[in-house]
């Protein structure tokens, strides 16, 4: 092997320094245009919507805080990486629901309701069972916490 450059290695060469210098103009116009449009707004304080903060976010993140530092961001990199933190927080934290198990479906305490009115012998456990022989599956305590709700004695 001779260290001669070949012509066919010499238009590989160029042509794989085609896409990078073509890429590296079009970087430079961004960071150009974005550094005239971050000087326009300069008083003003830029919005985001959450949409846009979390895309920016990611992108962010790709880049890394040298290469951030070295860009003329609309945000600093450390709260574009704190967004990413926290978005990255937020995707494994289970949403928070309210204390206590959830209410009965209000059909089935609708049900309750008009059972326990018409029939005034029946007690939660015969309750209990017409609502299962429906379809619906409620505890004894349940009817009779609906019925205490709504203000109806124990049979």
């Known amino acids: 092997m001779s260290n001669v450059v070949q012509p066919f290695q010499l238009l590989v060469i160029t042509l794989a320094g085609w896409p990078n210098r073509h890429q590296r103009a079009v970087i430079d116009y961004l960071i150009e245009e974005n550094r005239v449009l971050k000087a326009q707004l300069e008083a003003q304080r830029l919005r985001f919507t959450d949409a846009q903060r979390r895309r920016l976010a990611v992108k962010a993140k790709v880049l890394g805080r040298r290469l951030l530092d070295e860009l003329e961001t609309l945000l600093t990199p450390g709260t574009l990486l704190?967004?990413?933190?926290?978005?990255?927080?937020?995707?494994?934290?289970?949403?928070?629901?309210?204390?206590?198990?959830?209410?009965?479906?209000?059909?089935?305490?609708?049900?309750?309701?008009?059972?326990?009115?018409?029939?005034?012998?029946?007690g939660y456990a015969r309750i209990q069972g017409a609502l299962a022989n429906l379809g619906h599956v409620v505890a004894p305590n349940t009817v009779k916490n609906i019925r205490k709700r709504q203000g109806i004695e124990p049979a």
């Open 82 to 122: 704190a967004r990413h933190r926290k978005l990255i927080a937020e995707k494994w934290t289970d949403a928070r629901k309210g204390p206590g198990r959830p209410r009965v479906a209000q059909e089935i305490a609708n049900l309750v309701v008009r059972m326990a009115r018409e029939n005034d012998g029946w």
